[in-house]
């Protein structure tokens, strides 16, 4: 989740960041920091914890409404959106196809947020503190920026515009033309035509942006195999960003308010769904999964083996997916379980509470004390030596080391995907509705490197909520829904759930490059 700051200067901002450096912010990307209601931040939470990332070969003129122009002869009913979602170190990306030509720039997919934003200008011009340690990255470096004056079609929304209001927190358009600097005559008359003034966005634990609010043609294919077959959406909104703190690349805002790219594409009632690969093929250009918005997103998969949990709503931050979750149980025996608090699905008189599911969070967070006493069972069940090493080391607080021999190898794992043979317990996550949801194999429990001396060690990755009485109680991160469709149905206020070999689901449709690909 994030917010924007409507009444900041651009000066006020830089002496934030400035503070920001002096003070050495020692959070990790995981953290959030306490804030008021009016700004809470909880989105996009990429990891930095040391893990093996594996290799490539290891598996207009009116600026205040949207407008989608649909293909003619094609019915709006059917229309619906595939893209290709690809998996990099600390979460999911998809193609964005912006502008006259079009570039295509990559960005994160973030359910946890509103705001599309791409970097812009040129790789001189365009700026990024704290992000030395994304620049080796040849996946992301390749994400592109997106350079307005090589499209012919670009143009600055204006301060008027419903999309200016919504980025600046307002509910009026004075506010951001007055900013924008129209007299109050000009304001009275309803007639500034100024620019949309620039924005900040903040996301979890520090990460800024800040930017111009642009409209540009948006390219949506309806095949992933067929690029040509596409739809063009005019004027679309999205943030032309010059400078950003720890945002390397953009992000595609998947939440349910005005900005979002499923609102702008006329799918908000609608919904998609996604089917995430696991880690192991993280930084992989060789594979990549369907992520599906409009209308085939349900009805293509009413027929399939879905458990649906409500969503639940918020009545302070309705823009977000929360789901409530029960129990969780360790292992096959029910009695091993974990009885969580109401507030994991409940909200209270501040909307405060449930559990947000959030593909920008890398790590499913946990509040105290269902946190610990998960470690604890865990670590009552599981004979395995402890490795305090790698728990110092990587800032999780569950590590062991897990005998290994060649003979894991006739089991088909790779020396670098973290998914080595075990006999750790199972964990299961009981929502709502009487869903339960077996966390998949190297979802939870993850190799923290390749054996050494016979031995694995593995680390439980899941983290403790910072704030757990600010916000939603506990998150539901992407790397626990490695390997699971996930739909969201917004037309019944539904999430839906079905366990998944999503890269062997890739390649039956395709997605792979590799004619001998082995999952």
Not at 250 to 276: M, V
Not at 368 to 397: A, C, N, W
Request: net charge negative; charged share 15%.
């Amino acid at each position: 989740m994030a917010i924007s700051f409507s009444n900041l200067s651009t000066f006020f901002f830089l002496l934030v960041i400035t503070e920001f450096l002096n003070t050495n912010m020692s959070t990790t990307l995981a953290s959030r920091q306490r804030r008021d209601t009016n700004s809470l931040v909880l989105g996009l939470r990429h990891s930095r914890e040391t893990l093996p990332t594996p290799t490539a070969n290891s598996g207009a003129k009116d600026h205040s409404r949207t407008t989608a122009s649909s293909t003619k002869g094609q019915s709006e009913a059917s229309f619906a959106v595939m893209e290709p979602l690809r998996a990099v170190r600390d979460g999911y990306i998809i193609p964005l196809y912006l502008g006259t030509p079009p570039q295509v720039i990559q960005v994160y997919m973030d359910t946890g947020s509103d705001l599309t934003w791409v970097p812009c200008g040129n790789n001189l011009s365009f700026s990024c503190l704290d992000c030395d340690d994304y620049r080796s990255n040849k996946l992301l470096g390749a994400a592109a920026i997106f350079s307005p004056s090589h499209s012919l079609s670009a143009l600055r929304d204006l301060c008027s515009s419903s999309f200016c209001i919504d980025i600046h927190s307002s509910d009026n358009y004075i506010d951001p033309c007055a900013m924008a600097g129209c007299s109050l005559s000009i304001l009275m008359k309803s007639s500034c035509s100024m620019p949309c003034p620039s924005f900040a966005y903040t996301y979890g634990a520090g990460g800024v942006v800040t930017g111009m609010l642009t409209r540009d043609t948006l390219r949506a294919h309806e095949n992933v195999f067929s690029p040509n077959l596409s739809r063009e959406i005019q004027n679309f909104s999205f943030g032309c960003v010059g400078s950003t703190y720890k945002e390397p690349i953009g992000i595609a805002g998947f939440g349910r308010g005005a900005l979002s790219l499923p609102s702008q594409l006329g799918f908000l009632h609608k919904g998609f769904s996604h089917c995430f690969l696991p880690f192991k093929f993280a930084n992989n250009p060789n594979i990549s999964s369907p992520l599906v918005i409009g209308d085939s997103t349900v009805s293509s998969d009413r027929e399939g083996n879905f458990q649906f949990t409500p969503m639940l709503k918020s009545p302070t931050y309705p823009n977000y997916y929360y789901i409530g979750l029960e129990a969780i149980t360790v292992g096959n025996n029910s009695s091993v379980a974990q009885v969580v608090p109401l507030s994991m699905r409940e909200f209270d008189s501040q909307g405060n509470g449930g559990m947000l599911i959030d593909s920008g969070t890398t790590y499913t967070h946990l509040p105290e004390p269902i946190y610990s006493q998960l470690l604890s069972t865990l670590h009552s069940v599981i004979s395995y030596p402890r490795s305090q090493e790698m728990e110092i080391k990587s800032g999780f607080d569950l590590c062991y080391q897990i005998p290994y021999t060649s003979d894991h190898n006739n089991n088909n794992a790779s020396t670098t995907s973290g998914d080595y043979p075990d006999f750790l317990p199972l964990i299961t996550f009981h929502f709502l509705n009487n869903v339960s949801l077996v966390l998949s194999g190297g979802s939870h429990f993850y190799a923290m490197g390749a054996p050494r001396n016979s031995t694995v060690v593995k680390c439980l990755l899941f983290q403790s909520m910072d704030d757990g009485d600010y916000g939603p109680a506990g998150v539901f991160g992407s790397f626990q829904q490695q390997n699971v469709k996930v739909v969201y149905d917004l037309e019944k206020e539904r999430i839906g759930f079905q366990p998944m070999d999503c890269a062997s689901s890739a390649a039956s449709h395709g997605l792979t490059r590799n004619p001998n690909f082995v999952g």
